[in-house]
């Protein structure tokens, strides 16, 4: 009979922005030293855009728009486009050890994340589809996308879905939603796509609590591990609170891609 392996489940009770970053990384390193198992984490942020490592703030946010929504600013270390936070959003990751992947294994780890979510919203009764290589469609409208990274001997795949955030300040803060957007060829530009909330396509509630359980299980089939409930480590937690203080809550990480 084969057996399944066992990974963490972290319910993760932080949610400022900044800090959430730096136990990304502390989390990432953890497992990549071999230290943990590997890791389903469900987190949220206050308002905030979670702009990717490789973007211009000047060229994706509107500033004076999240002054006005006081909307903080956070750099991640993974690549992709910029995306908003707020409270409604569930957002997860899946770290993993990467001894012993090949490119091929990191591509199908990738492509699991994906078929993991679509499992998850068919429990929910929704309908959703897959556009390559990481956006999760209802009805064409966008509810999730991802972003990831191989480093520190780790996988890291992390994403946010739309459960009831708003979007109205969503639309407000990002410039790829307005015509002033101009992209550009220096920095990679996020793409426009007309998004949606899960309870828009829902006739009931839908509590954070029932996405979480369907994730958990939609994460256990497609990558056929038990999920267990775990605190984080002593290690991990100072680590990142290090790695906030350090980086990720410095103007020079999270604004180093203002253009003068």
Same mark, same amino acid.
């Given at each position: &009979? ?18 959430? &970053? ?12 071999? =230290? ?9 942020? /206050?308002?905030?855009?979670? %702009? ?38 569930? /957002?997860?990751?899946?770290?993993? /050890? ?12 990738? &492509? @699991? ?10 429990? =929910?009764?929704?309908?959703? #589809?897959?556009?390559?290589? /990481? ?26 879905? =739309? ?10 803060? =990002?410039?790829?939603? @307005? #015509? ?12 426009? &796509? ?8 829902? $006739? ?6 029932? !996405?979480?359980?369907? %994730? ?8 056929? !591990? ?11 937690? $100072? ?5 906030? @203080? ?7 990480? #999270? ?6």
């Amino acid at each position: &009979m084969l057996k399944i392996e066992g990974w963490r489940l972290i319910n993760s009770r932080f949610i400022n922005p900044y800090f959430n &970053m730096a136990l990304e990384e502390a989390i990432a390193k953890t497992i990549g030293e071999g =230290l943990t198992l590997n890791t389903v984490r469900f987190w949220r942020n /206050n308002k905030s855009i979670v %702009l990717g490592r490789f973007q211009s703030i000047k060229v994706e946010i509107d500033l004076n728009a999240c002054i006005k929504h006081n909307v903080a600013i956070v750099r991640r270390f993974t690549g992709g486009g910029a995306v908003y936070h707020d409270l409604g959003n569930l /957002n997860y990751s899946i770290i993993v /050890n990467r001894e012993g992947f090949s490119l091929r294994d990191v591509q199908e780890f990738f &492509m @699991k994340n994906c078929l993991s979510i679509i499992e998850a919203l068919k429990i =929910l009764g929704l309908n959703p #589809n897959l556009e390559k290589p /990481n956006n999760i469609l209802i009805h064409g409208k966008k509810v999730s996308g991802a972003a990831g990274a191989i480093k520190w001997n780790s996988i890291v795949h992390h994403s946010c879905i =739309l459960v009831s955030a708003n979007l109205s300040i969503l639309r407000d803060v =990002l410039n790829c939603f @307005k #015509n002033v957007y101009a992209p550009s060829e220096r920095w990679v530009s996020s793409r426009k &796509m007309d998004v949606a909330n899960l309870k828009d396509f829902l $006739n009931k509630k839908l509590s954070l609590n029932e !996405v979480k359980e369907a %994730l958990k299980k939609g994460f256990e089939k497609v990558y056929k !591990v038990k999920l267990s409930e775990e605190a984080l480590s002593l290690k991990e937690l $100072n680590f990142a609170k290090k790695l906030y @203080k350090n980086k990720y809550s410095r103007y020079e990480w #999270n604004f180093e891609g203002l253009e003068t």
